[in-house]
């Protein structure tokens, strides 16, 4: 086992931000705006950078930890009551309970640091509590 360490602002001026992501937008797409800086438990750490909306995501094999880099994201968790939606500023951080789906708005622009468990299942209806488990 090495140990590294990473610059997050150097990673982050690498990539290619994705301008007006949408939850349609194709794999190969993101892909160029992400990147993964370490594997970390059952998942890695995640960097990248965006602007529009992400897909509905959930990962349900631990919680989600999400750090907001730049920029500014309304990040909307689906409770069983209904949406709930936090403002994510530079410097904020929150945890996404595990198994709840949620989504990214950034219109003008975010990128984020994320410790994020696998598998990370993705959909675009209008409401996940809809699906079945």
Known sequence: MSV???DIN????SLKPLNR???DTPPDEEAAAFATLFDFNSGAIFTGSFSGDSPWERHRNGD???Q???GETELVIMMDEGPETLVLKEGCM???PQGRWHRFHAPK???L????PQPTDHTSVEDPRTLKS
Do not use: F
């Open 4 to 6: 590294k360490t990473v």
């Open 10 to 13: 150097d990673v982050l001026s």
């Open 21 to 23: 992501r949408t939850p």
């Open 64 to 66: 989600e930890i999400v």
């Open 68 to 70: 907001v880099m730049a």
């Open 94 to 96: 929150t945890v996404v």
């Open 109 to 111: 622009g975010v990128s």
């Open 113 to 116: 640091l994320t410790a994020t």
